[in-house]
């Protein structure tokens, strides 16, 4: 989340909108945004069914896997990345955007 955080001025620049979505209450997303000084918003999950639309539940677990959903400004999914680097998660999605973008 601090990797598309220092990129949200990138983001902004490319009418990029990012949202961050896990099964976290309201109130432990709003800590976390808080404290991690976060520019964008979190949605909560906290029955895990957006995760399950999007296959990315844990079996088993009471989490969701960490990917990223690229969607147009129709919500269409244009992209997804399942192999998230945290550290350069922010410059890896703009790379994919100017790819997307041609």
Known sequence: MCAL???????ARHGVTVYGISLDDV?????FRREEKLTFHLLSDPDGSVAKKYG???TGRPYAARVTFVLDDK??????????????????LLALLAKLRG
């Open 75 to 92: 919500g269409v999914i244009r992209a997804v990345t399942d192999k998230v680097d945290v550290a350069a998660h922010g410059e890896q």
């Open 27 to 31: 109130a432990s997303q709003a800590k």
């Open 5 to 11: 955080r220092d990129s949200a001025p990138d983001f």
């Open 56 to 58: 990315v539940l844990m």
